[in-house]
């Protein structure tokens, strides 16, 4: 085993592996003839240094970029003012020795729930990676920064648009939701053109584990590094895109752990804004 001081390329090439493969990290040393060690921390300071840099490629669009994200939203199904598909997708890890049972989830595995905005080419817009995977989803839309900055600052369809998301968050004047019980073709129209715009971010998710298939088994490592290792490959993910390395969306089978809970709150502005949607376009 090599024990001199490890070179930049050599703690790429480990940390690329492993969120790779998700092999152990003693066959990774194994193979690449370094110690296990040496291989977690160098997946340790690489996802490090990829968080570091995540502002500059997991971004809000600005106001021109969301003119085309609108634009690439609307050719799918015809859904109007649309920026962005929020969800979340659980990160499978080993049981934490603190606060354990929070970490247990729906489906009785432990868990990092992830929420995730993306784009209309399932590019990340947004993500956070750190909560329990017992926290429902619209709990931790309502507790993150963009969940606030749009309640704060949100302008209207026309200036910041909408984003969708399934029937667990609250209908919001800037998040629409499907109707719960449609009772007119124009809402099973508007049902349907939801579900198939919204159906990006879930592709999204697949494309994330099956490019990285660290997060499609079971991370062993505490919580806070898992979180780093997601917020790592979403980086490059977004990365691929831009480089146009795509994959198939065969592939990308993501099994959606759902949330389980309907959240029927719709205050009437935000009914109107529904509403008004299902009127001009459905």
């Not at 296990?36 to 971004?59: G, M, T, Y």
């Amino acid at each position: 085993m090599r024990s001199y001081s490890l070179s930049s390329i050599s703690q790429v090439e480990m940390a690329l592996r492993y969120y790779a493969t998700g092999d152990n990290m003693k066959t990774i040393g194994d193979t690449l003839g370094f110690h296990k060690s040496s291989v977690s921390r160098s997946i340790k300071d690489v996802s490090q240094a990829l968080v570091d840099i995540s502002p500059n490629f997991i971004k809000w669009p600005s106001r021109d970029q969301k003119v085309d994200i609108k634009r690439g939203f609307y050719t799918i199904a015809g859904f109007p003012a649309v920026i962005g598909a929020v969800d979340c997708t659980h990160v499978r890890i080993i049981a934490p020795s603190e606060y354990e049972s929070t970490y247990v989830n729906r489906k009785g595995f432990h868990s990092i729930n992830t929420q995730a905005i993306c784009d209309h080419e399932g590019r990340f817009l947004n993500i956070v990676a750190k909560w329990p995977g017992s926290n429902h989803d619209s709990f931790i839309f309502r507790e993150s920064n963009i969940g606030a900055y749009l309640e704060a600052h949100h302008r209207g369809l026309d200036v910041d648009g909408l984003l969708l998301g399934d029937s667990g968050y609250a209908c919001s004047r800037y998040l629409l939701t499907p109707f719960l019980r449609p009772n007119t073709e124009a809402q099973m129209r508007y049902n349907d053109a939801h579900t198939r715009t919204r159906t990006v971010i879930e592709r999204c998710f697949g494309w994330l584990k099956r490019r990285f298939m660290a997060l499609h088994g079971e991370i062993k490592c505490k919580p806070d590094r898992v979180a780093k290792i997601i917020a790592a490959c979403a980086v490059l993910h977004n990365i691929a895109l831009d480089r146009r390395e795509r994959m198939d969306d065969a592939f990308c089978d993501q099994d959606v752990l759902a949330d389980g809970d309907v959240n029927e709150a719709v205050q009437p502005l935000n009914n109107n804004i529904r509403q008004f949607i299902v009127d001009n376009y459905f």
